[in-house]
């Protein structure tokens, strides 16, 4: 009886945040180490239809860097990275759109379909969600010719609203195409981002192989306003891979998002902890220049 009435009082911790996010789009990047562990992969796809069942809209953007690297591989390619993104010839364009959307994509619906989620896999191409042209500067400002990696000039949500009012699952893989249908690989945290925005999602979620926004005495923040991530990465407490993810982050909050998370997604059930209990579990990050309080 001990146990059923512990079970009960999570409900109900719950429930205030399920009231708020009630009818609310939520963006979910995921890939990286959340992808490779069958247990982990279980995980957050049942995270994922639980959160359709309980009311909310989320919305998938995944990567597949690993999956690209090991069929790149197979055709005697290595791959090669400029400031973290995967310079793209011809081949490996055509791999890349290959893997991710005939492959990877599917694997992810297959999985939400199992779990009694009705999901839909697209890319950007379709429906013109995620219109792109060709990169030619990194996000640091310097010059570089990556082939064909896209930078984002313009989304459009309809068919990604249409889909979820109708209590489909949009899963959506990375790929963009410009005004002369070429196809490009864009960075999957960045559509995650620009989605985010577009359609006005209370949430955006990155899921990671960290805990989640570390200080220096190498705790994480629990809470962190978008004004206090950039003195972060100023005073160089924020390095690395870390800062284009919370620059997404950033960007996204600028672009309307409500709050953006940042999560182990190798930690089971990291979403559910994240948004649905009283401490969560990551690093959440709000607008404006200081926390005030609030944890949703």
Known sequence: ??????KAGILIEALPYMQRLYGKTVVIKYGGNAMVSGELVNSVMEDITLLKYIGLNPIVVHGGGPDISRALKSYGVESTFVGGLRVTDALTMEVAQMVLVGKTNKEIVSMLNSKGGRAVGVCGIDGGIVGCRRLTRLDDGTEADLGFVGEITEVRTELLERL?????????????????????????????????SAMGAEKL???????????????????????????LIADKVISGGMIPKVMCCIDAISGGVGKAHILDGTIPHAILLEIFTNKGIGTMITGGVRVDGGDD
């Not at 009886?1 to 512990?6: A, C, K, N, S, V």
């Not at 990375?174 to 559509?191: F, L, R």
């Not at 926004?213 to 809470?223: L, T």
């Open 1 to 6: 009886m001990d146990e059923l009435i512990r």
């Open 164 to 196: 979820s009012a109708g209590g489909y699952i949009p899963v959506v893989a990375p790929i963009g195409a410009d005004g002369a249908g070429q196809s490009y690989n864009i960075n999957a945290d960045t559509v995650a981002g620009r989605l985010a």
């Open 205 to 231: 979620i990155l899921l990671t192989d960290v805990e989640g926004i570390m200080g220096g005495d190498r705790e994480v923040y629990s809470a962190l306003a978008g004004g206090e991530a950039m003195r």
